[in-house]
């Protein structure tokens, strides 16, 4: 369990789970830790060019500046979170990061990236789900993010998970996709559960 608190603010603990894929392939949903930011660097320098742009808005590399924002300088309510896959050898892989930043008003700013190999298999769902989990159980007011209005995966994923997205009016080629907090808690009781394959368990 992963737990981080400065002089104000004290985090919402994050418990490791065991997610199951269709193929009985075994994952594991954890946060972020420091020893993580090499692996961080390697799951950055892999997603193809689209990914890549559609996550962090450039075609080229990454900053390490972007990179170590991962893991370390984060306030305590903020969520860095990684799925991993282990390797036969032992070796563990990232294969999706998603992660929230707490702004001034309460709100967390979240974004979401899976490994292009394992996209389409319900993990971007699920990872933004868990996100709203942590958010709601830290009391906080509301989710955004801003996605290109381009990516019509990311977008019919927010809606489907309650967020509503609208064209950011400054910049056409942007969407801000916002969430209030206390209306999910009231949806959530009246949803279906996630359709996806992935379970915890
Ligand atoms: C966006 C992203 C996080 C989604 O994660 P994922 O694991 O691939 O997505 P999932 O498998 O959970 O969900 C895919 C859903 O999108 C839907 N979808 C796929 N392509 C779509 C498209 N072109 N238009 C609309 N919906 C689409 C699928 O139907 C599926 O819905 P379903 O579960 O009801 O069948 C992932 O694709 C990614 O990392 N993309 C690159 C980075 C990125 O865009 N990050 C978001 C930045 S804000």
Same mark, same amino acid.
């Given at each position: 369990?992963?737990?981080?608190?400065?002089?104000?603010?004290?985090?919402?603990?994050?418990?490791?789970?065991?997610?199951?894929?269709?193929?009985?392939?075994?994952?594991?949903?954890?946060?972020?830790?420091?020893?993580?930011?090499?692996?961080?660097?390697?799951?950055?320098?892999?997603?193809?060019?689209?990914?890549?742009?559609?996550?962090?808005?450039?075609?080229?590399?990454?900053?390490?500046?972007?990179?170590?924002?991962?893991?370390?300088?984060?306030?305590?309510?903020?969520?860095?979170?990684?799925?991993?896959?282990?390797?036969?050898?032992?070796?563990?892989?990232?294969?999706? +990061?998603? &992660?929230?930043?707490?702004?001034? #008003?309460?709100?967390?700013? @979240? %974004?979401?990236?899976? !490994?292009? $190999?394992?996209?389409?298999?319900?993990?971007?769902?699920?990872?933004?789900?868990?996100?709203?989990?942590?958010?709601?159980?830290?009391?906080?007011?509301?989710?955004?993010?801003?996605?290109?209005?381009?990516?019509?995966?990311?977008?019919?994923?927010?809606?489907?998970?309650?967020?509503?997205?609208?064209? +950011?009016? &400054?910049?056409?080629?942007?969407? #801000?996709?916002?969430?209030? @907090? %206390?209306?999910?808690? !009231?949806? $959530?009781?009246?949803?279906?559960?996630?359709?996806?394959?992935?379970?915890?368990?």
């Amino acid at each position: 369990m992963s737990r981080v608190e400065d002089d104000n603010q004290v985090a919402t603990p994050i418990s490791e789970e065991n997610w199951t894929g269709r193929s009985g392939v075994r994952l594991t949903l954890r946060a972020a830790r420091g020893a993580d930011q090499a692996g961080l660097r390697m799951f950055v320098d892999s997603l193809s060019r689209e990914s890549r742009y559609f996550r962090f808005l450039t075609g080229g590399r990454v900053t390490d500046e972007i990179v170590q924002g991962f893991v370390s300088h984060r306030k305590a309510r903020d969520v860095a979170l990684v799925v991993t896959y282990r390797e036969a050898d032992g070796a563990e892989t990232i294969v999706a +990061n998603a &992660e929230y930043v707490v702004n001034e #008003e309460d709100v967390a700013e @979240l %974004a979401v990236v899976v !490994a292009d $190999a394992w996209q389409g298999q319900g993990l971007g769902r699920r990872l933004i789900q868990r996100l709203q989990q942590l958010a709601g159980s830290g009391q906080l007011r509301g989710m955004r993010g801003d996605v290109l209005s381009e990516n019509r995966r990311m977008l019919a994923i927010m809606r489907d998970c309650g967020f509503s997205a609208r064209r +950011n009016p &400054e910049d056409s080629f942007l969407h #801000e996709v916002s969430l209030t @907090l %206390a209306e999910a808690r !009231a949806s $959530a009781r009246e949803h279906r559960m996630p359709r996806d394959w992935f379970a915890a368990h």
